[in-house]
């Protein structure tokens, strides 16, 4: 598959991931990932499932769930967010808010950001189930906020959510290609893999931003532009791009052995090497492992939570507000501080 048109992307999704990095800017990208199909890594579910249960654990797609939920008015509480977060999201949602709030009925999505869309189409689909509601909370970059916004379907400001520790390089265990700095990517026996640079375009500009930005930082424009230059713009297998959720498919195509490294955010990361220790190590992008000091041009992103406009039934208008207080009153940074996120000052 041939990517064309890569610096055509959504403006707010580029202005969502870019730091403000003026002069030292990403250049055009030139050349066309190689796009490989997925399913190693047996992912967890994020609670303990009933019987029968047919999941496959090492694919991220539903074709044997046929499903359409038709009118989703009667959940309760619909979530459209980023997945970066998504452990710690998960782990509060179980841990404190359904223990507290007790919905009977919820949608949460944590894929690339769709809010506007999901929204306005009032449709969200995943293999053969399909999703008709409109979100309650959309949760983003400034720049989806704006977009939301700026469609006139907000309710009150964004609230800051998080700021994460910027980025790091995911490498198979052991680092067998001994990659040690971003230099590394441009060596011809390195596979990088990139989120998909349309369907991901935020986290992909993001990604390649840091590439660019830190060696900028370092060494210059005049090396910058020539490594981006041999990772991107060689138009062979050397640079491999997921299809459409990062969070999953670049370390599923690491540990594939399909790629060889990968910039992504720390928590996810951490994630990772957590969840499978025997399979990924991480190599600093500033600081360590441990506690990560971002290096020049390594931004450090900050989500925000935003009301999403719609007719709420009482229920579900509480359900909203009580997240909402729960973000205020600090209740859930305790979760974010436990995979690796920075909570907002409020």
């Known amino acids: 598959m041939k990517i064309t048109q890569v610096t055509c992307l959504a403006a707010w999704l580029v202005a969502a991931t870019q730091p403000a990095l003026h002069a030292q800017n990403a250049p055009e990208i030139r050349g066309n990932p190689y796009l490989p199909v997925s399913g190693l890594l047996e992912w967890p579910s994020d609670r303990a499932a009933s019987q029968p249960d047919l999941t496959e654990a090492r694919s991220n797609r539903v074709y044997d769930l046929h499903m359409d939920m038709g009118d989703c008015r009667h959940l309760e509480f619909i979530l459209s967010t980023a997945g970066n977060w998504h452990p710690a999201l998960m782990d509060y949602w179980f ?28 449709y969200f689909g995943m293999g053969n189930v399909s999703l008709r509601c409109q979100p309650h909370i959309a949760v983003g970059p400034k720049a989806l906020m704006e977009a939301l916004q700026k469609a006139g379907i907000t309710v ?37 893999v990139t989120p998909h ?18 060696t900028y930082h370092a060494f210059g424009k005049e090396k910058a532009d020539t490594l981006f230059s041999e990772i991107f713009n060689r138009n062979d297998s050397s640079w491999v791009a997921g299809q459409r959720i990062h969070h999953r498919e670049v370390p599923e195509l690491i540990a594939r052995g399909e790629g060889d490294v990968g910039v992504i955010f720390y928590q996810l990361a951490r994630y990772v090497c957590e969840l499978f220790p025997d399979q990924f ?23 925000y939570a935003l009301r999403l406009t719609g007719e709420l039934t009482e229920r579900q208008a509480s359900m909203r507000e009580a997240f909402f207080e729960e973000i205020e009153k600090g209740k859930m940074d305790k979760y974010l501080r436990r995979h690796h996120l920075i909570p907002a000052e409020r």
């Open 95 to 122: 841990d404190r808010f359904m223990r507290k709030q007790r919905p009977k009925s919820y949608l949460i999505t944590t894929t690339p950001p769709v809010a506007l869309e999901q929204h306005e189409e009032q």
């Open 156 to 192: 009150g400001e964004p609230v800051p959510l998080f700021t994460t520790r910027g980025n790091v390089l995911l490498v198979q265990k052991g680092n067998p290609k001994n990659i040690r700095t971003l230099h590394d990517l441009g060596r011809s026996d390195v596979r990088t």
């Open 197 to 214: 640079p349309e369907r991901e375009g935020g986290s992909f500009r993001l990604y390649t931003n840091t590439i660019y930005a830190i």
């Open 281 to 303: 190590d991480m190599v600093p992008l500033g600081g360590g492992v441990q506690a990560p000091d971002p290096l020049p041009g390594n931004p450090q992103l900050t989500l």
